[in-house]
């Protein structure tokens, strides 16, 4: 017989009854029944219940052993009697009585229990993230982690792509994030950087001939951590593609996430064919990038019925200011004076001065609220028209130009579906965003900026770069979203280097910076690069959608906390002079608040 184990603790059924079994594991739970000690011991793939009496040659040592104790029994299979049956274990139908008990090894007093599941504080959890990844739920998230990625790798292969990998160590970025550095011993002051993601290597890929790549690929970026973002590193999908236009790249990409969710979702439905929806539009619609479609509000401009009205504020603001508009975020059954009151007083705590609203009672004509007695009974019913509402609902309004109050209504639609319960969670509701714009303004620098990808291919090419308004400019840029969650942005890339170098001109990057930080891609464009696009979904958010968490935390193996610490490898550390000195480093004081 093996050293350790016979069976696992998830293999024993009925037809086992009258062998003799050894088992290794943790122990889960022991039960003092009278003089019968009851164990549940567990390992990876589950759980065995083992009983000792006092008969046992093995009942002292089965006496000495506490939670989490690691055991080896060697024992009988025998049938539980019929009340005795645990019908939701796998093993529940027989118990093995122990014959004999070696301790592998003793555990000290738990900092937290790994039986049940309990919520403990973030800096527990992670300090003792051994101990928490033995507990059922997050042990069986990280392997549904696994399933995925190797189902993803699966699809992958079938689509005809194939895997690469690129380098970890590689030439600092200007653009995105903050990069994380590393310093050189063999190159003193110079520094290597983590890739914030493959972006130009999977560019160079397609460059040097090979025609579809894929890659779990790490990503490291040094920037504050999010419940939808790790801080420290994360891992995508990377994928590129040769002689593409942007349909092909959703024809290859859809496919395998449609199937992806199906395998994986559990009964709740997902979207066949994923609607490609205009940035302007989304953010008209839901006032956001990145729309929740489980939520079945869209917003309406409604500014018209304010123009000119009694409520003299929109009025104002509409004649002052052309760029002014009203819009209307539909509350389907929120015709009610206290849930109106609720939103009002949610907005304030938002910072706003409040949101304006009309509700619809039955049996009256127009609507109530301040709104409506200063808009008149013909402006109410024309909004209730247009939106399509009808007694027993409620409308609530924002006004001021649309690129400064669009988050905030995006927000308010989002509280309205979720308070109303509108949002049918028994779905992943896909899209995608396309025509993102190929440049912003740079409030704070006062300049034209990227507000995507620097390597996206402009609408209109060369021309369009040349006699077109920056800001009027959309790319051939596309972000994949479920349910509120971005999983993916990618382009079309600018393959040409005129066009790049013209890009990033008027991103205020002149040809001398061009040349310093991108001129392996530059260099590469000069030698015959083929038209190609990508995408890069992250795997973390697939997974934790699938899981059913809200926290990336819950399906990475060794999460860091929120302020970029590894609790449990004491990471970042200190280094000595010695190591420092061999990097030609000297550490500046550091400055106290």
């Not at 790790?230 to 236009?245: A, H, K, N, R, T």
């Not at 993916?488 to 890339?493: L, N, P």
């Not at 013209?502 to 990057?509: N, R, S, V």
Request: glycine share 8%; net charge negative.
């Amino acid at each position: 017989m093996h050293r350790y184990r016979s069976h696992t603790c998830a293999e024993l059924r009925a037809s086992d009854v009258g062998e003799t079994v050894r088992l290794s594991g943790w122990v889960h739970r022991v039960r003092d029944h009278g003089g019968l000690l009851f164990i549940d011991l567990r390992d990876h793939y589950g759980l065995t219940q083992i009983v000792a009496d006092p008969d046992s040659p093995a009942f002292a040592q089965a006496e000495k052993v506490r939670a989490e104790w690691v055991i080896r029994i060697d024992g009988k299979v025998v049938k539980r009697s019929p009340e005795t049956v645990n019908s939701g274990l796998p093993t529940g139908e027989v118990e093995v009585f122990i014959q004999e008990l070696e301790i592998l090894s003793a555990a000290a007093e738990l900092p937290m229990p790994v039986f049940g599941d309990q919520e403990y504080p973030e800096e527990t959890r992670l300090k003792y993230r051994f101990l928490d990844l033995r507990r059922e739920r997050i042990h069986n998230n990280i392997m549904l982690r696994n399933k995925i990625i190797w189902r993803i790798r699966q699809l992958m292969r079938d689509q005809g792509f194939f895997e690469f990998q690129t380098p970890i160590l590689t030439a600092s970025s200007p653009e995105g994030a903050r990069d994380f550095l590393v310093p050189s011993r063999m190159h003193p002051g110079k520094f290597y950087a983590l890739p914030q993601a493959p972006q130009q290597f999977k560019q160079l890929i397609m460059m040097s001939g090979f025609d579809r790549y894929f890659q779990i690929a790490p990503c490291f970026r040094d920037e504050d951590a999010r419940a939808d973002r790790s801080p420290g590193e994360f891992y995508q999908l990377d994928i590129e593609m040769s002689f593409v236009e942007q349909e092909d790249v959703f024809q290859a990409v859809e496919p395998v996430l449609r199937d992806l969710f199906k395998e994986f979702a559990e009964g709740k439905r997902v979207t066949e064919t994923f609607p490609r929806i205009p940035y302007a539009e989304a953010m008209r619609k839901y006032g956001s990038d990145k729309p929740d479609l489980r939520n079945p509000i869209e917003m309406e401009a409604v500014t018209e019925h304010f123009a000119g009205s009694g409520f003299k504020i929109f009025a104002g603001m509409i004649e002052s200011d052309p760029k002014v508009e009203v819009w209307a975020i539909p509350a389907p059954g929120g015709g009610s004076r206290a849930f109106c009151d609720r939103m009002n007083s949610w907005a304030q705590s938002e910072g706003q001065p409040g949101l304006g609203y009309i509700f619809w009672r039955e049996g009256e004509d127009g609507g109530a609220g301040p709104l409506a007695k200063n808009i008149g009974e013909d402006r109410t019913n024309a909004i209730r028209d247009q939106l399509g509402l009808k007694a027993g609902d409620a409308c609530f309004f924002v006004a001021g130009r649309p690129d400064k109050f669009a988050t905030f209504a995006g927000m308010a639609r989002t509280r309205v579906g979720t308070e109303l319960e509108l949002v049918d969670t028994d779905q992943f509701a896909f899209c995608w965003i396309v025509d993102f714009p190929m440049f912003e303004w740079d409030e704070e620098n006062k300049k034209v900026d990227f507000s995507h990808n620097p390597f996206s291919m402009p609408q209109g090419g060369l021309d369009a770069l040349e006699n077109r308004d920056p800001l009027e400019i959309n790319a051939f840029q596309y972000d994949i979203v479920c349910n509120g969650i971005e999983l993916s942005s990618g382009a079309i890339r600018n393959h040409l280097p005129e066009i790049m170098e013209k890009a990033f001109a008027i991103a205020g990057y002149d040809k001398a910076v061009l040349e310093e930080k991108f001129g392996g891609m530059l260099n590469a464009l000069k030698f015959g690069a083929p038209p190609h696009g990508g995408i890069a979904p992250g795997v973390d958010r697939i997974v934790m959608l699938l899981a059913g968490e809200e926290n990336l935390r819950e399906v990475t193996l060794f999460p860091m906390n929120q302020r970029a610490e590894d609790l449990m490898m004491g990471a970042p550390s200190t280094v000595s002079s010695a190591q420092l000195r061999e990097l030609n480093i000297r550490l500046m004081p550091v400055e106290k608040d």
